[in-house]
């Protein structure tokens, strides 16, 4: 069950205590056979897009991002490049990394390739994440499995991740139900939609464009 958090409604979005956003963009793409963080559905890079929503609700954004792409991130945006040490994990990689350079945050996960996602959609999650020290996630009823990269990790995972990676468990699925996870259910199911192919990301460009016309 939800409690209400400790967040404070600044300029009419809610405010996530002691929160750091991470878009989470870092991985080869090798099914889309392209930068996923790089595709525009919203007349700009996903990666610039998904930072600027994630930002009313954060004391500060990072794009997560390997070394590559590293250099090919604008000046305006703060990024935070994985440590090598977590090479080839997965998305863990970028949720231990943020956690090594900020022990002391929580940690708001938004991956670049759900673009369904919307600052409304944040919105209701933030006014009602878990304040009793637990990672909280969105959920996905249907498939009956939870979305690691869009969830909040507060600052207290960082140990019990740390001995996940010892043990060479690295499924943040894995962790979120081994932790039980308090389970976020959107009102708009498509958010959760992951886009992987190129031919699914004519459709869900095409699906867009339509919703703004």
């Known amino acids: 069950m939800f409690i209400m958090a400790d967040a404070n ?3 009419g979005h809610h405010h996530l205590t002691e929160t750091y956003g991470l878009v989470v963009c870092g991985g080869n793409s090798r099914r889309m056979g392209a930068d996923k963080s790089m595709l525009q559905y919203y007349q700009k890079p996903q990666r610039y897009h998904v930072y600027e929503m ?3 609700f954060c004391e500060q954004v990072f794009i997560s991002c390997n070394a ?5 991130i604008k000046d305006d945006y703060l990024f935070l490049t994985d440590n090598t040490l977590y090479n080839n994990i997965g998305p ?3 949720l231990l990394t943020a956690l090594t350079n900020f022990p002391e945050k929580n940690i708001l996960f938004i991956g670049c390739d759900y673009p369904f996602i919307t600052a409304n959609e944040l919105q209701q999650f933030a006014a ?3 304040a009793s020290d637990n990672a909280v996630a969105f959920y996905n009823d249907a498939e009956d499995v939870y979305e690691p990269l869009l969830a909040w990790y507060p600052a207290s995972s960082f140990e019990k991740l740390k001995v996940m990676f010892k043990m060479k468990q690295y499924s943040l ?5 081994e932790n039980k996870a308090s389970k976020f259910y959107p009102e708009n199911k498509i958010s959760m939609i992951s886009i992987d192919t190129n031919s699914a990301f004519i459709k869900a460009l095409s699906s867009i464009k339509q919703g703004m016309n």
């Open 9 to 11: 409604l600044i300029n």
């Open 54 to 56: 994630m930002q009313p």
């Open 68 to 72: 590559q792409q590293a250099n090919t």
């Open 92 to 94: 863990m990689a970028a």
């Open 128 to 130: 009602v994440y878990n």
């Open 173 to 177: 699925q894995h962790f979120l139900k």
